[in-house]
């Protein structure tokens, strides 16, 4: 096997990686839209501390799309 | 189009030294920013009057939403006001950095075959270079605080250990696991600079790529709502860099008192 066919296999290996940050991602929104039901007042404040959480749930994801592209 | 040739290369590309320094296609950007926000800055002194009008206004409006949002996460008022300018001029830093580079026509000046303007965050020296230097002004703030004895106290916790086995003989193990449970802490550190600048980094490069590949799979109507979802993301990334920051600087002075409490 030469080295370009092993660096296109590693790249598709690296972005197996994205599943996790989905189930992540989606758990995260679900417990914030939980929270939003039982306390509708601080809806804006659960909305935007979800939204950076899913910024940080992302962010493996990035790292893993970064790992694609060094690749 | 000829996707190879298109998409900008993980390293900046050089066009000339100037005494010793490179100049490369994000290098414009970087410094007309700086350069922008120190004058918008002057200019704010000289103008700003008691009787705002509607700029004035809006501003207002967006530097008071910024300072909430890091007064929430820091919780103590004298602390918000030490830290906020440092981490304020972040976020605003980022914020213009980001969007800068989705201005129609910027990234098509060329010269000579390559682009002169880039994203500057799209250059993982300015993202490393930010993600450094918050870092590091947070440990010294730590270590201005606490004295360094206790800063390095944290890394090196010998005092848990003597505290431990003073107890007992199981207490004294559980300080030896906590003893290295410390120096964890070191790599924390480095973790620290890595994860902010590499996140930045590779949402900004990332975005861009695929804008390049979605111009080669639609190239009508799809390409601006990608350019509606960078706008977004920009915006988002900077708040979640500075929110970062500041939680850091809040974990990094506010330590000893929770685990002098938990000591008892």
């Not at chain 2, 705002?52 to 919780?75: C, M, R, T, W, Y």
């Not at chain 2, 098509?108 to 250059?123: E, N, V, Y």
């Not at chain 2, 206790?150 to 199981?170: A, M, T």
Request: hydrophobic content about 55%; proline content about 2%; some cysteine.
């Amino acid at each position: 096997m030469d080295a370009e066919a092993a660096a296109l296999i590693g790249k598709g290996l690296a972005t197996v990686s994205m599943f996790g940050s989905g189930i992540g991602e989606g758990y995260l929104i679900g417990k914030a839209l939980e929270a939003m039901g039982r306390n509708p007042d601080m809806s804006g404040t659960i909305f935007t501390r979800m939204i950076i959480g899913v910024a940080l749930a992302e962010s493996t994801a990035i790292y893993a799309l970064v790992a694609f592209f060094l690749i | 189009m000829n996707i190879t040739r298109d998409i900008t290369n993980i390293e900046p590309h050089v066009f000339f030294s100037f005494l010793g320094l490179d100049i490369a296609d994000s290098t414009i950007f970087i410094f007309g920013i700086l350069i922008f926000m120190i004058i918008t800055g002057f200019l704010i002194r000289k103008y700003f009057s008691v009787l705002p009008s509607k700029l004035q206004v809006a501003i207002e409006v967006a530097f008071e939403a910024s300072h909430d949002l890091i007064g929430n996460i820091i919780n103590d008022e004298e602390k918000t006001k030490k830290a906020f300018p440092v981490i304020g001029a972040i976020m605003l830093y980022i914020l213009i950095a980001n969007v800068v580079g989705l201005l129609p026509g910027v990234e098509q000046l060329s010269f000579g075959g390559h682009g002169i303007l880039r994203t500057p965050t799209s250059d993982f020296n300015t993202t490393f270079g930010l993600a450094l230097g918050a870092v590091v002004i947070i440990n010294l703030i730590a270590i201005k605080e606490k004295g360094i004895i206790s800063y390095l106290g944290q890394f090196f916790p010998f005092h848990l250990i003597w505290k431990g086995f003073k107890k007992g003989i199981g207490a004294g193990c559980i300080a030896v696991i906590e003893f290295f449970i410390g120096l964890l802490d070191i790599i924390g550190e480095v973790v620290k600079v890595v994860s902010l600048s590499l996140r930045l980094f590779g949402n900004m490069y990332a975005g861009q790529i695929l804008m390049v590949i979605m111009f080669g799979f639609i190239a009508f109507v799809v390409p601006a709502l990608w350019l509606a979802m960078s706008l977004f993301v920009g915006v988002l990334q900077a708040i979640v860099f500075a929110a970062l920051v500041a939680s850091y600087y809040m974990l990094a002075t506010t330590t000893t008192e929770v685990s002098e409490e938990t000591q008892h």
